[in-house]
């Protein structure tokens, strides 16, 4: 199944949303605030307004004219005449009857009816209704719980007389009690209403003035104000966008862009990393952008130089790997193989190897013949790994081959030789050696050993063990040691087992270690023989046990199994 790619945004277009969004969140934002501000300020100036309309009108009615007017329409004479028009719908007959009745300023003006100062009392009404651009302004009186309407200068004349019941939103006023702005809904429609009291100062009001303002005019200015605001917000949000993406694409797009390209044309520098493919922008301005600039050219400049330094650091460890090989092919050849001299020798079977811990190590092993019946077995390790180790095998091996080779027992031949190392052993550096010498004929080994591990050796029952004896200190400690010898008679069919602690502190990764009972039970398997056998077996045991740990020690073994001089007779006979 293909893998799907990830849709890759470029920064530039997620910056700019960002600012287009943050923009339009913050002009919605303010855009409501506004709102609402304006709507509050709208509300109450025309709250305001609706008072300051029913107060003014209050201030300039006549109390007597109300008085006056409400005597006349509270009679059964005006109740009977107001059912016979409202049925006939004719003004007339009220505006007739009013034109008899004698206004408020009585004898004063003979020639001034109820009716005249009822139309005066009209268009007194309507001029402040225009003034104040009120939907209506009106004269009531509330009397045993109805409320009676007297005057209003957006109604005809039949309006004089009717009765309307209480609504809901003035129930908690008094009878013609003043009623601050007051928003409701009824019948009339969506209002704000506002009431005074008409009456004479210390005495029983005579009525109430009213002025009611329609909130959809209200809600009308809103709107317009929502709808202004509006186009306003989205003219400043399209200039801020504008001018917020050339101001982006000014001081952060186009540089990262051209940080961008400059890291990527370093990466992808055909020729190599060189200063010549190192970042070089003219960057103004002093921020993070310009921290980042410096950071990167710095960066690749440490790379240059660190790739410059690695080529010849990697030439010089060629050179010396080139060299490791070479020494640890040397090692390798000075230590013994087992040619035809050895291998035709029918008196014994023998077989070593040697892994180092690195590429050269410190253990050795040597095997070679005093004369015809005599065989000289070595194994030793240096302290040290490495280089230093390896040196100091070389000329310790040769030293106990050279003293080897002009007689004596194993005891002198390593007392001699740790004389000559104690001499000139500047660098403080030891080894462990373990020599014997065996004779072919009489199978009788003699040996010494210089603080080495002991040898394993099988005997007549099959089974090996270790053969432990005292130790002598190791070669290069003290110049005055001084070594015993011990023998070991070895029976056709007997074997010697040799090795260094590699093979005893060889260690898993719990830290434990393989040990000389792992050792000899790995050596005591069933059918082992030959010294092929027995080297493999216990480098398998090694290996196994070891698992994933790293090996830390050179890891030397040495098998010798003993035939006898005569052994092919034997078997014959």
Not at 229 to 238: C, G, P, Q, R, Y
Not at 271 to 297: A, F, H, P, Q
Not at 528 to 549: C, H, K, N, W
């Given at each position: 199944?293909?893998?799907?790619?990830?849709?890759?945004v470029p920064l530039a277009l997620k910056l700019n949303r960002l600012i287009v969004a943050i923009i339009f969140f913050v002009a919605v934002g303010l855009?409501?605030?506004?709102?609402?501000?304006?709507?509050?300020?709208?509300?109450?100036?025309?709250?305001?307004?609706?008072?300051?309309?029913?107060?003014?009108?209050?201030?300039?009615?006549?109390?007597?004219?109300?008085?006056?007017?409400?005597?006349?329409?509270?009679?059964?004479?005006?109740?009977?005449?107001?059912?016979?028009?409202?049925?006939?719908?004719?003004?007339?007959?009220?505006?007739?009857?009013?034109?008899?009745?004698?206004?408020?300023?009585?004898?004063?003006?003979?020639?001034?009816?109820?009716?005249?100062?009822?139309?005066?009392?009209?268009?007194?009404?309507?001029?402040?209704?225009?003034?104040?651009?009120?939907?209506?302004?009106?004269?009531?009186?509330?009397?045993?719980?109805?409320?009676?309407?007297?005057?209003?200068?957006?109604?005809?004349?039949?309006?004089?007389?009717?009765?309307?019941?209480?609504?809901?939103?003035?129930?908690?006023?008094?009878?013609?009690?003043?009623?601050?702005?007051?928003?409701?809904?009824?019948?009339?429609?969506?209002?704000?209403?506002?009431?005074?009291?008409?009456?004479?100062?210390?005495?029983?009001?005579?009525?109430?003035?009213?002025?009611?303002?329609?909130?959809?005019?209200?809600?009308?200015?809103?709107?317009?104000?929502?709808?202004?605001?509006?186009?306003?917000?989205?003219?400043?949000?399209?200039?801020?966008?504008?001018?917020?993406?050339?101001?982006i694409n000014r001081i952060a797009t186009v540089p990262l862009h051209q940080l961008q390209e400059g890291t990527c044309g370093f990466i992808q520098g055909?020729?190599?990393?060189?200063?010549?493919?190192?970042?070089?922008?003219?960057?103004?301005?002093?921020?993070?952008?310009?921290?980042?600039?410096?950071?990167?050219?710095?960066?690749?400049?440490?790379?240059?130089?660190?790739?410059?330094?690695?080529?010849?650091?990697?030439?010089?460890?060629?050179?010396?790997?080139?060299?490791?090989?070479?020494?640890?092919?040397?090692?390798?050849?000075?230590?013994?193989?087992?040619?035809?001299?050895?291998?035709?020798?029918?008196?014994?079977?023998?077989?070593?190897?040697?892994?180092?811990?690195?590429?050269?190590?410190?253990?050795?092993?040597?095997?070679?013949?005093?004369?015809?019946?005599?065989?000289?077995?070595?194994?030793?390790?240096?302290?040290?790994?490495?280089?230093?180790?390896?040196?100091?095998?070389?000329?310790?091996?040769?030293?106990?081959?050279?003293?080897?080779?002009?007689?004596?027992?194993?005891?002198?031949?390593?007392?001699?030789?740790?004389?000559?190392?104690?001499?000139?052993?500047?660098?403080?550096?030891?080894?462990?050696?373990?020599?014997?010498?065996?004779?072919?004929?009489?199978?009788?080994?003699?040996?010494?050993?210089?603080?080495h591990e002991d040898p394993a050796v099988r005997g007549k029952n099959g089974v090996f063990r270790l053969w432990e004896e005292k130790h002598g200190f190791?070669?290069?400690?003290?110049?005055?040691?001084?070594?015993?010898?011990?023998?070991?008679?070895?029976?056709?069919?007997?074997?010697?087992?040799?090795?260094?602690?590699?093979?005893?502190?060889?260690?898993?990764?719990?830290?434990?270690?393989?040990?000389?009972?792992?050792?000899?039970?790995?050596?005591?398997?069933?059918?082992?023989?030959?010294?092929?056998?027995?080297?493999?077996?216990?480098?398998?045991?090694?290996?196994?046990?070891?698992?994933?740990?790293?090996?830390?020690?050179?890891?030397?073994?040495?098998?010798?199994?003993?035939?006898?001089?005569?052994?092919?007779?034997?078997?014959?006979?």
């Amino acid at each position: 199944m293909k893998k799907k790619t990830k849709r890759r945004v470029p920064l530039a277009l997620k910056l700019n949303r960002l600012i287009v969004a943050i923009i339009f969140f913050v002009a919605v934002g303010l855009m409501l605030i506004s709102y609402f501000v304006h709507g509050r300020q709208v509300d109450r100036f025309y709250y305001d307004l609706t008072e300051r309309a029913a107060l003014t009108v209050r201030q300039n009615i006549d109390p007597d004219s109300v008085s006056t007017l409400w005597k006349a329409v509270n009679t059964d004479e005006f109740h009977n005449l107001r059912e016979k028009a409202v049925a006939a719908n004719d003004e007339q007959m009220i505006i007739d009857w009013m034109e008899t009745k004698p206004s408020s300023y009585g004898e004063a003006a003979e020639n001034f009816s109820l009716w005249d100062e009822y139309s005066a009392m009209l268009y007194q009404l309507e001029q402040f209704q225009d003034i104040f651009e009120m939907k209506s302004v009106f004269l009531q009186y509330d009397y045993h719980g109805n409320t009676y309407n007297l005057a209003d200068a957006s109604e005809g004349i039949l309006y004089l007389g009717s009765i309307e019941q209480p609504l809901d939103a003035f129930l908690d006023y008094g009878d013609n009690a003043y009623v601050p702005a007051t928003v409701y809904h009824s019948v009339y429609g969506w209002l704000c209403t506002s009431c005074a009291p008409v009456g004479w100062e210390g005495e029983d009001t005579v009525g109430f003035v009213g002025a009611d303002k329609d909130m959809n005019e209200i809600l009308e200015e809103r709107n317009w104000f929502l709808l202004n605001s509006v186009i306003f917000i989205l003219l400043v949000t399209a200039a801020g966008i504008v001018c917020s993406i050339l101001v982006i694409n000014r001081i952060a797009t186009v540089p990262l862009h051209q940080l961008q390209e400059g890291t990527c044309g370093f990466i992808q520098g055909k020729d190599g990393y060189t200063m010549d493919d190192v970042i070089d922008l003219k960057l103004s301005g002093n921020d993070e952008i310009t921290d980042l600039y410096d950071e990167i050219r710095s960066m690749q400049t440490h790379i240059v130089h660190y790739t410059q330094d690695l080529t010849h650091i990697t030439a010089e460890k060629e050179r010396i790997r080139t060299e490791l090989d070479l020494a640890a092919k040397i090692q390798q050849a000075m230590l013994p193989k087992i040619t035809a001299e050895f291998r035709d020798r029918k008196e014994f079977s023998l077989l070593a190897s040697m892994d180092p811990a690195k590429d050269v190590g410190g253990d050795f092993y040597d095997f070679f013949f005093l004369d015809e019946n005599r065989l000289v077995l070595v194994i030793a390790d240096v302290s040290g790994k490495g280089i230093p180790a390896s040196l100091f095998m070389s000329v310790a091996k040769n030293m106990i081959g050279t003293r080897a080779a002009t007689g004596g027992t194993p005891s002198e031949i390593l007392t001699a030789v740790n004389a000559q190392i104690c001499k000139n052993n500047s660098t403080h550096m030891f080894v462990t050696v373990w020599l014997g010498i065996l004779d072919l004929q009489t199978g009788l080994l003699t040996a010494a050993n210089a603080g080495h591990e002991d040898p394993a050796v099988r005997g007549k029952n099959g089974v090996f063990r270790l053969w432990e004896e005292k130790h002598g200190f190791v070669l290069g400690g003290l110049k005055s040691t001084r070594y015993k010898d011990y023998s070991i008679t070895l029976a056709p069919g007997d074997a010697l087992f040799l090795y260094t602690d590699g093979v005893t502190e060889a260690t898993d990764t719990q830290e434990q270690l393989f040990g000389t009972e792992r050792m000899l039970d790995a050596l005591n398997k069933p059918g082992l023989r030959t010294p092929e056998e027995m080297l493999r077996i216990v480098r398998q045991r090694i290996d196994s046990f070891v698992g994933e740990a790293e090996q830390f020690d050179d890891l030397t073994m040495l098998c010798l199994v003993y035939n006898g001089r005569n052994l092919e007779s034997e078997i014959s006979s």
